[in-house]
């Protein structure tokens, strides 16, 4: 079984930044791709950014050039760093992991106040 535990969030006020970590434990062979989504207040959850096995990535074009997605596999650990945040980017900040099937943690709360 795998289990993966976010950390990092917290409350910001809107220019700030804030540095989240999603690591993998249990039985790990290899990881493929990495993600993070966010969900808003009354909202759908939304995907935010993708890291592949390769390292390349994407990103929602909302966050494009303001965050950054990264990852140590041999720490099985996923990072985003979230720079210029806005108040529209708060939410629950969730990771996921492909390990032979699809894994997700528990989610992190980032509140950014205007």
């Known amino acids: 079984q795998v289990q993966l535990v976010e950390s990092g969030g917290g409350l910001v006020q809107a220019g700030g930044s804030l540095r989240l970590s999603c690591t993998a434990s249990?039985?790990?062979?290899?990881?493929?791709?990495m993600a993070w989504y966010r969900q808003a207040p009354g909202k759908q959850r939304e995907w935010v950014a993708r890291?592949?096995?390769?390292?390349?990535?994407k990103y929602t074009e909302s966050v494009k050039g303001r965050f950054t997605i990264s990852r140590d596999d041999a720490k099985t650990t996923s990072y985003l760093q979230m720079n210029n945040l806005k108040p529209e980017d708060t939410g629950v900040y969730y990771c996921s992991m492909y390990i032979l099937g699809d894994y997700w943690g528990q989610g992190t709360q980032v509140t950014v106040s205007s």
């Open positions: 890291i592949f096995s390769g390292g390349s990535t």
């Open positions: 249990g039985s790990i062979d290899r990881i493929d791709d």
